[in-house]
């Protein structure tokens, strides 16, 4: 994970710097950092904490130049410190370096620089400095030298360097770690995701593997693998429609749980002939498998449901970090249809590439555009979701939900019906986020003081448990479990006691009839029943009141108030929701 930037032109650097760096923080909080060059000479400030609160303690913004770069972390190697923030500089202050990726084989780099080298940090990172010196050193120009370096790097990098013995340019690299750069009249960018230039530039050369660049004020040249000079024009990109401000809202996850109703309209807008050609590859195929993490994995999940339920296909779901044992049975028979918000997700892209190397197709579901998934993909529908700023997946969730329903549906010849039951749902959830206003709020304060929560449902409703209980979880700090109603009294009803809350999700669809006996057991041993359906039914203690839709849709209602019960509980605690502890939005690393 972490987020790097970069800057060269005609501003003051750290502004810069600590601007497009503010839009990158959902990359990792954990610490951060900026080195500009001014007079021929480094000037650095790091530390841990949020960037606000680095700036505060180590006035960043006032170092001076017009060139620099710039960190945000999510420790990986070594822990959360001052020390270990980026950049990091070799041992002559003349080289600063920020890196995003984990480069696997530093501990016998580090070894064989220890005995001419200073290391101040326990991060792998440390070695680049160190080895762009020794290169350097040896007569070689920075961008020579980082040519050099990145050939005995083993595993993933976005690097930035910087030297103050050749202060006009930028020099970056990258390896399964996204790097863009951003060209202005007022100068020139670098930035792991596009995000960071939002309101600066709409220009934009994407980098690929294995390149290595140099920025200057008034050029960018590439270079590929075997260092031969590529052409590149840049591209306009205007895929972030969204405002990145959080308006009238205390939090962008309250701001984005809101904005679903739109999110799910932009993601029904698709081209009708790439949906079909998506479908005809899914048909021609023996088998479906859907990889993705987190969230997106719970979208899967329910996307399963609905191929089988709607176009009668049954496809297996594989967590993207266990693909890798299943890769044996890939064949190009299979047709891998990855789902990933960022499209930079270390587990899925692995998992992506070696289906690829089996011969698998791949259809990805991404919100990111040319993120490394999209560019690894056959064939792409995105989510337009615009930018998500909290960490926690809201809004992206029901796009993702919004796309499977619309490839179900193509599958059986049915796409427009779909769209139109996809259009009216979507004006139920604008209603029900209306109705809510203090509903799940005042849940969230009077089971503020409960450490466990059991989210139970069945069949397609499943997966809306297991999301509602991550929610809770990442942002309130609350043990909470997802699982399958029946699958209770083979173990977990052995911690349902008095009082224990239980979030039954029991819309009135094929489902309703068969939880009823399972949310009875644990009313039986006390719980404390917060029903979440449009029926009301005597064993709630608390009755969540959603719309009622067509029943492959109740997901996409369901999960609303189970998002902001989630929302709540975190303020409730004190928490910042947008910024949960020891997460990260983008999840670069295996
Ligand atoms: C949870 C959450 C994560 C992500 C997961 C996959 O709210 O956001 O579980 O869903 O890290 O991320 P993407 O979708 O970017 O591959």
Redesign the pocket.
Known sequence: MCGIVGYIGEKPAASVLLDTLSRLEYRGYDSAGIATLYQGQIHAGKDAGSLMEVVAKQHLDMLPGNIGIGHTRWATHGGISAANAHPHMDCDNEIAVVHNGIIENYEILRQRLKGTHRFLSQTDSEVIPHLLDEYVHTGLSLEQALQKVVKELEGSYAILAISSREPDKIVGARRESPLIIGISPEGNYLASDALAFHGITDRVILIEEGECVVVTRVGVSIYNESGEKVKRAPIKTDWYHGELSKGLYDYFMLKEIHEQPAAIRRAVCQETAEVMAIAAEIRRVKHVVFT?????RHAALIGRYVFSKVAGIFGEVVMASEFEYFIESVDSQTLVLA???????AD?LDGVRRAKVKGAKIISLVNTVDSSLARLSDRVLYMKSGPEVG???TK?FTAQLTLLYLLAFALADKYEEGKNQLTSVTAKIEESLVADADETNDLALKLKNQHDFYFIARGINFAVAAEGA??LK?VAYVHAEGMPAGELKHGTLALIDRGTPVVAICPHDYTFDEILPNIAETAARGAYVIGVSDKFESLFNEWIRIPPVPELFYPLVTIIPLQLFAYHSAVFRALDPDKPRNLA???TVK
Request: a neutral charge; one cysteine or more; charged letters at 15%.
């Open positions: 993705a993490c987190g969230t997106s789902i990933s918000q960022s499209g930079e997700t899925v960490v926690a997946a992206t991550l929610k990442e939005k983008s999840v």
